[in-house]
C-alpha cells in the first residue's frame, strides 16, 4: 500500500551516535559522537535512551521549538517492550506513540506522521528513534562481554539516535510518499545473517513501491535500503533481478556506508533502527540540500524476530518500509 502527501515535509533533524560511528566515514555529518558507549551512565540500557534524548535536545536547539509546540511523538527502538524510548519520554509530558518494526522502526514513524498531517489533525510530530551496540547483543544474543565469535555474515548493531520535526511548514525535505511494507518469512532462521532475512522483504516494497506509483528505479536518484550490510546488498540485487527482472543500478545500503569495513571491526556492515536514518538525516540529506540527489526513495529494513522465537529455532520475519523523499522546488 503506497501513500501519498501533498504538503508534509521534514524540516529538521538531528544526529547523535558512539564512537565507531563517529570514527566512520560520515563521522563529520552527525551533530554529536560520543567517545565511549557508557555516555555516562551506569547501564548499556540508560546510556541507550539518552541517545533520544540528547537527540531531543539538539532538534530543540536548531529549530528553536520545546516539547510544548510538538502536537505528538512517535518513538522505536530493539529493547523488549520499547524501553529506551519509554524510560526517555518519562517525565516529558508529550504524547507519545511507541512504534515497533525493528530496524524499519524510523520509516514506519514518517509514515505514521505524515498520515496525521496529510489529515490535518495535527501540526507538528517528532520522529525518534535510537539503538544502541552493547545493548541489543545483551538482549538478542550474547553479551559482548562474553567475547562470542561470530560469522562473518554479522551485522554490527549501530549505536546512535536521531530526531526529525516533521510538518506542514514548506521547509527541509519533502516527503512525497510512503509504502507500508508487508511481513515477509523466507523460512530462514540465521539470527546471523540479518541481511539475507530482510532482503525479500525489501525487494518486495521497491517492487510494489514502483507498481503503485508507476515509477522505474531510474525515476529516483538513489535507492537506498536500511542494513542489509554487504552480503544482504547483493542478494537484494540478485533477488530483484531475478524475481522482477529489475536491475538496481543507483542503489546502495546503509549498513554499508555507515562504517569503514575494511578498518572498523563490524562485519558485513551497520544494521539497527538508526542505521538508516544516521546516514540519510547526516549524509544524504546534506547531497540533496546541495541538490546533489533530488529523489532519494529510503527503504529501511527490520527483522521480526525476538529472543524466545530465535531460542526456539523459529525463522525470522521481516519487513520493510519505503518513503520517497524530494528536494523541493
Known sequence: MTLKYNNVYINCTSTVTGPYEGNGPLGNYFDKSFSDLYFGEKNWEDAESKLIKEALEI?????????????????????????????????????????????????????????????????????????HNNAAEKQFRYPVEYGGPKPKTTTFTATGGVAALVSGKKEGIRLESATIGKVINSNISDVYHMGAVMAPAAADTIYRHLQDTGRSVNYYDLILTGDLGIYGKEILKEYMEKEYGITLQNYEDTGVMLFNLQKQPVYAGASGPVCAPLVTYGYIFSEMKKKKLKRVLLVATGALMNPSRVNEKESIPAIAHAVSLEVLA
Open 59 to 131: 532538534l530543540y536547539e536548531k529549530t528553536g521549538a520545546t516539547k510544548f509546540d510538538i502536537d505528538l511523538f512517535i518513538s522505536g527502538d530493539l529493547s523488549n517492550q520499547l524501553a529506551a524510548s519509554n524510560y526517555a519520554y518519562a517525565g516529558e509530558e508529550a504524547p507519545l506513540i511507541g512504534i515497533y518494526a525493528a530496524c524499519a522502526s524510523s520509516t514506519l514513524g514518517l509514515a505514521l506522521a505524515a498520515n496525521s498531517l496529510e489529515r490535518k489533525e495535527i501540526e507538528k510530530v517528532v520522529c525518534t528513534v535510537c539503538s
